[in-house]
């Protein structure tokens, strides 16, 4: 299966992935993870990005596609993929087609998680990460809307959504029943 996950900031992307991968045995591509995985190493590539997650921006898309691209060399993604996060814009989006089309290959579905805005600023205040404050939250709200959201459109022919408000299992139960192949 090769899935990407779209939703608003803390709508549990990265909570349903994880369980998904697991569930699918495929790995849970990340790019949140893969930018704050840098940070922690102090890389350039970490230390250029924190810059924007801080403010609550999308990294620059060179940047990301990059980095999303020598993941999906590497053998694990072979067998199918669940991407987290990305793409978040058109341009990811023109990138992710055309490295599957050289491939061959597709996506097999696009599953939104739709949540308002007043449950995930509860939600991400509660974990407090250091992008998780009221401004920042607004912000990255702000940019799902102008960027990510369009591309809704974009995945029309493949999409799934599901309402992300419920039990962590309650909604990983959905979305196995909302998948084409389950
Ligand atoms: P991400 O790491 O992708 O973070 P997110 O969208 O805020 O969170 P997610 O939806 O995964 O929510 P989660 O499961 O963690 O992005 C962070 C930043 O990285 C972006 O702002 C941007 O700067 C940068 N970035 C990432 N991808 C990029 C890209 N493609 N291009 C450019 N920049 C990019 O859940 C959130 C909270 O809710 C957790 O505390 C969780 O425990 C809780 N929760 C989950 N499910 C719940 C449920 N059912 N009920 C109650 N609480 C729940």
Same mark, same amino acid.
């Given at each position: 299966?090769?899935?990407?996950?779209?939703?608003?900031?803390?709508?549990?992307?990265?909570?349903?992935?994880?369980?998904?991968?697991?569930r699918?045995?495929?790995?849970?591509i990340?790019t949140g993870?893969?930018?704050?995985?840098?940070?922690?190493?102090?890389?350039?590539?970490?230390i250029?990005?924190?810059?924007?997650?801080?403010?609550g921006?999308l990294?620059?898309?060179?940047?990301?596609?990059?980095?999303?691209?020598?993941?999906?060399?590497?053998?694990?993604?072979?067998?199918?993929?669940?991407?987290?996060?990305?793409?978040?814009?058109?341009?990811?989006? /023109?990138s =992710?087609?055309?490295l599957?089309?050289?491939?061959?290959?597709e996506l &097999? #579905? @696009?599953?939104?998680?739709?949540?308002?805005?007043?449950?995930?600023v509860q939600?991400?205040?509660?974990?407090?990460?250091?992008?998780?404050?009221?401004?920042?939250i607004?912000?990255r709200?702000?940019?799902?809307?102008?960027?990510? /959201?369009p =591309?809704?459109?974009?995945?029309?022919d493949?999409?799934?959504?599901? &309402? #992300? @408000?419920?039990?962590?299992?309650?909604?990983t139960?959905?979305?196995?029943?909302?998948?084409?192949?389950?």
């Amino acid at each position: 299966m090769r899935l990407v996950l779209v939703g608003p900031p803390g709508a549990g992307k990265g909570t349903q992935a994880e369980r998904m991968a697991e569930r699918l045995d495929v790995p849970h591509i990340s790019t949140g993870d893969l930018f704050r995985a840098n940070l922690k190493e102090e890389t350039p590539l970490g230390i250029e990005a924190k810059r924007y997650m801080d403010a609550g921006d999308l990294v620059p898309d060179e940047v990301t596609v990059a980095m999303v691209r020598e993941r999906l060399t590497e053998s694990d993604a072979a067998k199918g993929f669940i991407l987290d996060g990305f793409p978040r814009t058109a341009p990811q989006a /023109a990138s =992710l087609a055309g490295l599957l089309s050289d491939q061959g290959l597709e996506l &097999d #579905a @696009v599953v939104e998680f739709s949540v308002s805005d007043e449950v995930v600023v509860q939600r991400l205040l509660g974990r407090g990460r250091s992008d998780d404050t009221e401004d920042v939250i607004r912000r990255r709200q702000q940019v799902y809307r102008d960027d990510t /959201a369009p =591309l809704l459109e974009y995945y029309a022919d493949r999409l799934v959504s599901v &309402d #992300a @408000v419920g039990s962590v299992e309650e909604i990983t139960d959905r979305v196995f029943d909302a998948l084409p192949t389950s």
